[in-house]
């Protein structure tokens, strides 16, 4: 039917076969003629296989991840694992080998990759650190970024088009460029050329001004009054005030309005959904409507206070009145209510006659009490008041202890007695009782009324604890009432406190009160703490100090006495009492005190030195020189030694000097100060090698002492010998290891000899070395050049946020780029977290004699004189030089400041 079947058909294609290439056609190949990338493991075909002809060039038997290839289907034996695991072990060893030569190209390239194309965050690095210095106002004061690319867009050269004009369009504009030679109909019968008629201008300034008074007229309108409130001569001004609200706060109005709505439409007797619907009008301008809606509140709400106190601040004032009028009708017994009611009266009588109508409504509340008493200027009548007030709220502490400061003496006392009886667990009254006690006189009944209401209280069960009386002791020392603070501490100090804790707990206390400024407090528990602990020398000090900041002469000296009585070994007492009547000018006094100390602490070698700092500092030289030579025979320590070389030294008796120097060499061969003293002897006769001689033999016998490593170095480098400077450095850095002073000396050579690359690169080993050192981080800071130095003290911080070294660093580059006030309290900063460290002293008092006043200064040197400094680098070296000494803090501190050079 369909024809014979044509002998090719069912049969394979000859090789190289393209269907429809006789017509032109191109043969192509897709993915599911080739097939996936591997193929599932299937028997071998011999028939195909024979029929694919030579396959060894093929990618596939070259791959050796590919298994699929001429030996896919032969079993996988234990002899190929056994040779894949060698031939892995080989690629491994072989990348290992080549892993470290392969990492550092890696990093060469990417570190020319960088270098050439450096990420944006690289190159806004030190801006971005610069971000963390900027103000409030700075930041204030950044322009808002615009959109400039349209103005720096360069335009690309368009070849320019031309649209041919119509013809219409020609003879339009020659019509109406061109001269006309003839009249038209209308022309020719008025006989010329017809000209339009005058504007009446006065008609349209009639039509302006009244359309600009309807507009003035409907802005300043009260739709409640009909009034007008326009203000003539402000009018431009308040124009400038109306906030234009955005299209995206309209519409968040808008959608809050209908939530709103739907909230007190379906649940209208929800009070809160009233009041926020009355505050949404009212800040979107419209007071009528938020006063329509809380009118609506009230009438849905009048149970609900809150809705008629928002009413009464949407009205006026007269309307508010009438507004809680309504209110206490439905809300009687409201306190609220009543006390607005009363803040809306301007008279006083009219407030009166409010108070007493709210409380004979609600007789029990304390508030409307308070607040009628107050009113009353007669203390007579605010007692008749207060003594209804107790009748009817008898659990009020307050109203009683305000009737009992009306009353007199004994009618207080009667007055409290009740309200304890009232009210048995009010520790208030008992205060209260004992403070009446002391305002009269009664002293001795204050320590027995405070201990009986401590009694009292715990057998009723009012547990308070320590922490408490001590909060209510300071509150009495407030108000005056010392004697009253001094009670509560010796009645309630020691509760809770364990045996063996009470000292420690008592300190803490003392210098927790002192930090809130109640001294008389601290005063009170450390007076209990002597009692408890009268041989404890450490409680006797603590409380010199408080007398000696906060205390007079006499009371200072007082306790002295006493302590020195109970502690007759601690030194430090004696040496504290003769102290202040050295400082005070009372040397004798000094002197007596001192003797009564030989007698108890005979071989005290601070009690010696302290006599012979009291003779010399005042010229007696003999009777010092004669002190000092019973201390060698009496005690002969190394600093008696020491004292009496350098008063020799002081006095330039150099030859008398020399002999003590050799003999206590011979006695204290390691006590690296004698060697500094003989060296600096040597230095200021011009006898430089034969200092650097006994430079040299010092740091044999005290190799440990950084000080005399660097007076080598430093005398070295005045010889000339820097390099032998460096080495005796680097031997120092080697034995002393981890020392700061010994980096900085050798960043400093450097420096001095214009080595700036090798001076950084020693600061850099020196932070790894040190990294918490103030003096190295300071050295960097301001080795860098200036715009750079704000990124370095920011490290610096990090590294050692409370270092007063680094903190003034901080200051000193605020004070270079004028930052006055930010300097001042780096400077206050600096000083508040050591203020033993007097190069921060110097470094103020310096910047205040730039930039501050007399009374800053002042400040300044008050400060130090109270902290009286002994360390710091400039500080040490003004106050210990043989010229200075016996000067005062005072004279130090200004010398110091003279030597010291701010960086630029």
Not at 776 to 802: G, N, Y
Not at 822 to 837: E, L, S, V
Request: proline residues 4%; hydrophobic residues 40%; neutral net charge.
């Amino acid at each position: 039917m369909f024809g014979a079947v044509k002998d090719f058909m069912g049969k394979p294609a000859p090789p190289n076969y393209v269907a429809g290439l006789g017509r032109g056609a191109t043969g192509f190949t897709t993915r599911s003629d080739i097939g996936p990338a591997r193929e599932s493991v299937i028997e071998a075909d011999p028939l195909k296989d024979m029929s694919t002809g030579d396959d060894d060039d093929d990618e596939r038997f070259q791959d050796p991840d590919n298994e699929v290839g001429l030996f896919s289907t032969a079993p996988y034996e234990q002899d190929d694992e056994e040779a894949d695991r060698v031939w892995d072990m080989i690629d491994a060893k072989m990348d290992e080998r080549r892993r470290a030569r392969r990492e550092q190209r890696e990093r060469e390239e990417l570190a020319k990759y960088r270098k050439e194309r450096p990420k944006i965050s690289q190159q806004f690095a030190d801006l971005k650190r610069q971000l963390s210095t900027i103000d409030e106002s700075e930041w204030a004061a950044i322009p808002e970024v615009g959109d400039l690319v349209g103005k720096n867009r360069k335009r690309s050269k368009v070849p320019e088009r031309f649209t041919p004009m119509s013809d219409t369009m020609i003879a339009a504009a020659r019509d109406k460029l061109g001269y006309s030679q003839t009249l038209d109909a209308t022309e020719q019968q008025l006989g010329g050329i017809a000209t339009p008629d005058v504007l009446n201008f006065r008609e349209i300034g009639q039509a302006r001004d009244k359309v600009l008074g309807l507009k003035l007229d409907q802005v300043s309108s009260d739709s409640v009054s009909g009034k007008t409130t326009v203000d003539p001569k402000g009018y431009l001004t308040d124009l400038n005030s109306v906030v234009i609200k955005s299209d995206a706060e309209i519409g968040d109005i808008k959608k809050a309005r209908l939530l709103l709505n739907s909230v007190i439409t379906t649940n209208p007797k929800h009070a809160p959904g009233w009041i926020a619907a009355a505050r949404l009008e009212e800040v979107a301008g419209r007071p009528v409507h938020a006063r329509n809606i809380i009118a609506k509140g009230c009438e849905q709400c009048p149970k609900n206070e809150d809705v008629w106190l928002e009413a009464a601040r949407l009205n006026t004032s007269d309307n508010a009145k009438i507004i809680l009028a309504d209110a206490v009708r439905h809300l009687p017994q409201s306190v609220k209510i009543w006390l607005k009611a009363v803040s809306l009266e301007t008279e006083t009588k009219a407030k009166k006659k409010v108070l007493r109508r709210a409380l004979e409504f609600i007789p029990n509340s304390v508030k409307l009490w308070r607040a009628a008493v107050n009113m009353e200027e007669n203390p007579d009548d605010a007692k008749v008041l207060l003594s209804r007030a107790v009748e009817l709220v008898p659990l009020s502490v307050d109203l009683w202890l305000a009737l009992a400061r009306l009353e007199s003496y004994e009618n207080a006392q009667k007055v409290l007695n009740k309200a304890r009886a009232a009210i048995p667990t009010s520790h208030e009254i008992w205060i209260a009782a004992a403070r009446l006690q002391e305002e009269h006189g009664k002293l001795e009944m204050v320590d027995r009324i405070i201990a009986l209401g401590a009694k009292a209280l715990a057998q009723s069960g009012v547990v308070l604890d320590r922490e408490q009386w001590i909060e209510e002791a300071e509150r009495c020392e407030k108000n005056g009432s010392v004697v009253t603070c001094q009670a509560i501490i010796k009645a309630t100090i020691g509760m809770g406190v364990e045996e063996e804790d009470r000292k420690s707990t008592w300190m803490e206390d003392a210098e927790s009160c002192i930090s809130h400024g109640a001294i008389q407090t601290a005063r009170a528990i450390y007076a209990h703490a002597l009692k408890e602990f009268p041989g404890k020398a450490s409680i006797w000090q603590q409380a010199a100090y408080l007398e000696k900041s906060h205390g007079t002469p006499q009371s200072l000296e007082e306790l002295l006495q006493r302590a020195v009585k109970y502690c007759p070994q601690a030194e430090v007492l004696w040496l504290m009492g003769a102290k202040e009547k050295w400082m005070a000018g009372d040397v004798e006094s000094a002197r007596t005190i001192l003797e009564e100390a030989f007698r108890a602490n005979p071989n005290s070698e601070q009690i010696w030195l302290a006599a012979v700092k009291v003779e010399s500092e005042n010229d007696e030289y003999d009777r010092a020189r004669k002190l000092l030579e019973l201390a060698r025979k009496e005690s002969g320590t190394e600093r008696v030694w020491m004292k009496s070389v350098m008063l020799e030294r002081q006095m330039e008796n150099y030859e008398q000097c020399n002999i003590l120097l050799n003999e206590a060499l011979e006695k204290f061969p390691t006590f690296d100060k004698l060697w500094m003293i003989r060296g600096q002897l040597e230095e200021s006769q011009d006898n430089l090698p034969k200092a650097r001689e006994v430079y040299n033999q010092a740091v044999k016998n005290c190799p440990k002492s950084t000080t005399l490593w660097i007076l080598l170095a430093l005398l070295e480098e005045k010889l000339g010998m820097l390099t032998k400077a460096r080495a005796s450095l680097e031997k120092a850095r080697f034995i002393n290891p981890k020392n700061p002073d010994l980096w900085v000396q050798a960043i400093r050579i450097e420096k001095r000899n214009n080595n700036v690359s090798v001076a950084k690169s020693m600061a850099a080993k020196a932070l790894q070395e040190c990294p918490t050192s103030g003096l190295i981080w300071t050295e960097v800071i301001f080795m860098e050049a200036r715009p750079q130095r704000k990124a370095r003290s920011v490290d610096a911080l990090k590294k050692c946020e409370h270092d007063p070294i680094v903190v003034t660093a901080v200051a000193r580059l605020f004070w270079t780029d004028r930052k006055i006030e930010k300097a001042r309290n780096w400077f206050q900063k600096a000083i508040q977290i050591d203020p033993d460290q007097g190069d921060s002293f110097a470094w103020w008092y310096k910047f205040e004699l730039q930039h501050g006043t007399k009374e800053q200064q002042e400040i300044c040197v008050k400060r130090c004189i109270t902290a009286e400094p002994r360390h710091g680098e400039f500080w040490q070296a003004v106050a210990k030089d043989v010229k200075n000494i016996g000067k005062k803090t005072e004279d130090i501190l200004k010398l110091c400041a003279d030597k010291l050079e701010l960086v630029k």
